[in-house]
């Protein structure tokens, strides 16, 4: 029995049209290259309570010493950088997905927050941070018309 090759087909499909869309918005030259060391992100997961607004990075092989956290009214910021402990030779690896290196990423919040009042602790490769909400602003005064 032999194999038949599939072929793409002539009609472009939508992904087609959403390559050729992010390539004028993005042209390759601007993406990082393969093993060029760039800035990433650290996964987060945000919620709100009543009182505070919680946020939950992911830091796997940072140290705490390492971790910047900085509060504005409307977003947090979380910089720094995670090493890796141990080099192993490139010719060895079947897949490298964990990242090293500097990370910085802000990101806005759900409610405004006290920056004064913002705490953070970080355990087990987790950076939490707690920000109270700030008291609401007064809606505006009446102004008497004369």
């Known amino acids: 029995m032999s194999l038949i090759r599939?072929?793409?087909?002539?009609?472009?499909?939508?992904?087609?049209?959403?390559?050729?869309?992010?390539?004028r918005?993005?042209?390759?030259?601007?993406?990082?290259?393969?093993?060029?060391?760039y800035e990433f992100g650290p996964a987060v997961d945000i919620y709100e309570t009543a009182d505070e607004v919680v946020l939950k990075a992911a830091?796997?092989?940072?140290?705490?010493e390492d971790i910047n956290v900085s509060a504005q009214e409307d977003s947090i910021?979380?910089?720094?950088?995670?090493?890796?402990?141990?080099?192993?030779?490139?010719?060895?690896?079947?897949r490298r997905e964990l990242r090293y290196g500097s990370f910085h990423r802000t990101v806005p919040l759900p409610a405004a927050?006290?920056?004064d009042e913002?705490?953070?602790?970080?355990?087990?490769?987790?950076?939490t941070v707690r920000a109270p909400k700030?008291?609401?602003?007064?809606?505006?005064?009446?102004?008497?018309?004369?």
Request: aromatic letters at 8%; proline letters at 10%.
């Open 6 to 23: 599939w072929r793409r087909p002539a009609v472009p499909g939508v992904f087609d049209e959403m390559e050729r869309m992010l390539e």
């Open 118 to 127: 913002v705490s953070a602790k970080f355990a087990d490769g987790v950076l």
């Open 77 to 94: 910021t979380i910089s720094g950088h995670s090493k890796q402990e141990e080099e192993v030779d490139e010719e060895g690896y079947y």
């Open 113 to 115: 927050v006290d920056p």
């Open 134 to 146: 700030a008291p609401a602003a007064e809606p505006g005064k009446k102004i008497q018309i004369q």
């Open 25 to 37: 918005l993005m042209p390759r030259r601007w993406w990082p290259l393969e093993g060029e060391e």
């Open 59 to 64: 830091l796997p092989g940072a140290n705490r």
